[in-house]
């Protein structure tokens, strides 16, 4: 789907109700199974996600129960998600660290120099 596309529905989509997002989400699901040329990407989270929000709707919750609880959901896999990107980006620092020729042999060649009498071998 093109951008300007996204950005019309995207529009239309700001100005309706939650009943009836939900009622076009029902209606976007349904043509995805039917003409799916392709797998929805989606990680583990945005599984367990739709996993929760199709249970309560399933359990005919109040619209506004449905959306506080999304809204709950999806404030925790960010902060998941920023955990995740923080614990990458010190594995990818100790990667680079461990990575880098050590000094250390210089430093002691140095010290034994200093400690060792002029003229000795």
């Known amino acids: ?4 596309l996204k950005q019309r529905i995207g529009r239309l989509l700001d100005a309706l109700s939650d009943e009836r997002g939900y009622e076009i989400l029902d209606y976007i699901e349904f043509l995805d199974s039917k003409y799916a040329e392709r797998s929805r990407p ?3 989270l945005a599984k367990i996600t739709e996993t929760v929000e199709d ?5 005919k919750l109040p619209i ?27 594995v990818d620092e100790a ?3 461990a990575s880098k020729p ?7 060649q140095v010290r034994s120099e200093r400690e060792s009498p002029p003229g000795s071998p």
Do not use: C, F, W, Y
């Open 102 to 108: 050590s000094a250390e042999p210089v430093i002691t």
């Open 64 to 90: 506004q129960a449905i959306s506080g609880t999304m809204g709950v959901v999806d404030s925790a896999a960010k902060i998941m998600k920023g955990l995740a990107a923080a614990g990458q980006a010190v």
């Open 42 to 44: 989606g990680g583990i």
């Open 55 to 59: 249970t309560m709707r399933a359990g």
């Open 95 to 97: 990667v680079k660290a």
């Open 1 to 4: 789907m093109n951008d300007l």
